[in-house]
């Protein structure tokens, strides 16, 4: 079965800083790969989505994210973090069994940018 | 357009009840998925539903069900209430058509607190 997991539970920065929020994956065939964000008291936002093509993908808000087959990872990034990127993301993968689909989603890694 | 809204925002309930939760997706959006979000599990897939019929399906009890509306409004119901359906539920509606690659959009989601 298909699987994501996101390493870390909370990932602390400093405004201005780079992050990084990682998600490595477990696919047979072609992994479909998402972002989402979710704000306090918000259901989940679409950030971005690597379905093919470019193994760099650039999402909302400045955010982008690295396809790495080889490395079977998909990591969240951007250049300089802000106060207001301070959320909890999901990392998010298709599953397809006997012909039929659906996401799943990693535990979440809450991402606390410091003033 | 307007975005996923569910009712009711916030319920609480006692052990042994039953519980009805709404979802209407974006307009012209035919495909309604619902999730369990706890703190521990992150987001659990419940069902899928696209044109009135359930599509796909998670690994939760019989007492979850759900049904689609021609209108494509979804309702999910939980009978004999446990105290561990307590989370937050939400609902995520995609046009349908590109099963597996669509954007899911999600509604601020409904929280459920059993007692």
């Known amino acids: 079965a298909q699987s994501v997991a996101q390493p870390e539970d909370q990932v602390n920065v400093a405004e201005g800083n780079p992050l990084t929020v990682k998600c490595t994956y477990s696919v047979s065939g072609n992994p479909y790969l998402f972002w989402y964000v979710q704000y306090p008291n918000r259901g989940l936002q679409f950030l971005l989505k690597y379905i093919t093509g470019d193994n760099l993908v650039k999402g909302s808000y400045g955010f982008e994210a690295e396809f790495n087959k080889s490395q079977t990872s998909f990591h969240l990034k951007k250049p300089s973090a802000l106060v207001s990127d301070s959320a909890l993301y999901f990392c998010a993968v298709r599953d397809e069994t006997s012909g039929t689909y659906k996401y799943i989603f990693g535990t979440g890694t809450r991402l606390k940018v410091l003033a | 357009k307007a975005g996923v809204t569910q009712t009711p925002r916030y319920l609480i309930k006692t052990r042994g009840q039953q519980v009805t939760l709404s979802c209407s997706p974006i307009?012209?959006?035919?495909?309604v998925s619902w999730y369990q979000q706890t703190p521990g599990q992150g987001l659990q897939f419940l069902f899928e539903y696209f044109s009135e019929t359930q599509r796909n399906k998670g690994n939760f009890p019989g007492r979850f069900s759900g049904r689609q509306f021609s209108n494509s409004r979804s309702e999910m119901n939980v009978s004999t209430l446990e105290l561990g359906d307590s989370a937050l539920y939400l609902c995520a509606s995609t046009p349908g058509s590109r099963i597996g690659t669509d954007t899911q959009y999600f509604g601020p989601g409904t929280r459920l607190t059993v007692l």
């Open positions: 307009s012209g959006h035919r495909s």
